[in-house]
């Protein structure tokens, strides 16, 4: 293994820990809790689109005229990832995103979409984040945490985009959506079947194939420069703390609702 990447494994291993054990997977235990918690993740679910679209401007060439830019491995690699997560298949065999996959999977099971479909509405008029968030009445912990995505996507650092696109994302979301799946089957059975699909997708699909891919793209875009391995690995363990948040913020709403 790269000995760069050997070392950020280790010291955000903590981190990964704690989201793979968080508490809030064993409080899951109805539709409503259930829907509190996509309420919150979806925010997760679109900005991860966003990071990686920053990425493909970054990396590759999305204006015309086109010209050949940056490595061809690397161009391949993130147009890879972007097919997979813009263009998957559902269900039925429907093309469509990811996210429309999970806003499907809440309509289905009954969480409300308002927040993040009013949250979207007004980005696209121009509104800035901040009003925006008012608007849609985006919970605070979500706000943070699309406000650290787009803190790094606004850097115009790729190698920090790619960091924490890997280890942040890519590389945790595979074990982080098992410790969900663990007991959901079980405790919701019949209602939550496009949400498992989803699940099991990114389990399927970033569990090996995108993760390797992000993994490489993110060895190229370091290489063996120290500076920016130590930059990418302040990246992500700011994402990993930003992710805690995010879920403690679904937590304390769920704690709140059982009170």
């Not at 999977?105 to 925006?132: R, V």
């Not at 363990?237 to 769920?254: P, T």
């Amino acid at each position: 293994m790269n000995p760069f990447v050997e070392k950020i494994k280790i010291e955000i291993e903590p981190l990964r820990q704690q989201i793979m054990n968080h508490k809030v997977y064993a409080v899951m235990n109805s539709i409503d809790e259930l829907n509190i918690f996509m309420k919150y993740h979806v925010f997760a679910v679109w900005d991860f689109m966003s990071l990686l679209k920053s990425l493909q401007n970054n990396l590759t060439c999305t204006s015309v005229p086109w010209f050949p830019k940056g490595s061809a491995d690397t161009r391949f690699l993130i147009n890879e990832i972007v097919v997979g997560e813009e263009s998957d298949v559902d269900m039925n065999g429907v093309r469509m995103s990811h996210f429309e996959i999970y806003l499907k999977a809440m309509e289905q099971s009954g969480a409300s979409t308002s927040s993040i479909i009013t949250f979207i509405n007004e980005l696209k008029k121009s509104t800035p984040f901040s009003t925006a968030y008012n608007i849609a009445n985006v919970p605070t912990a979500a706000q943070q945490f699309v406000d650290y995505t787009f803190k790094v996507i606004q850097s115009g650092k790729s190698h920090l985009q790619a960091a924490i696109f890997t280890f942040g994302r890519e590389d945790l979301i595979p074990g982080m959506f098992t410790s969900i799946i663990n007991d959901l089957d079980k405790n919701l059975p019949n209602t939550i079947s496009i949400f498992n699909y989803y699940l099991e997708r990114h389990i399927e699909v970033d569990g090996d194939h995108h993760s390797h891919l992000a993994l490489e793209m993110t060895s190229n875009l370091c290489c063996t420069d120290e500076q920016y391995w130590n930059e990418a690995t302040e990246a992500t363990i700011a994402s990993l703390q930003s992710r805690i948040q995010l879920w403690d913020g679904a937590y304390e709403e769920m704690m709140t609702m059982k009170k």
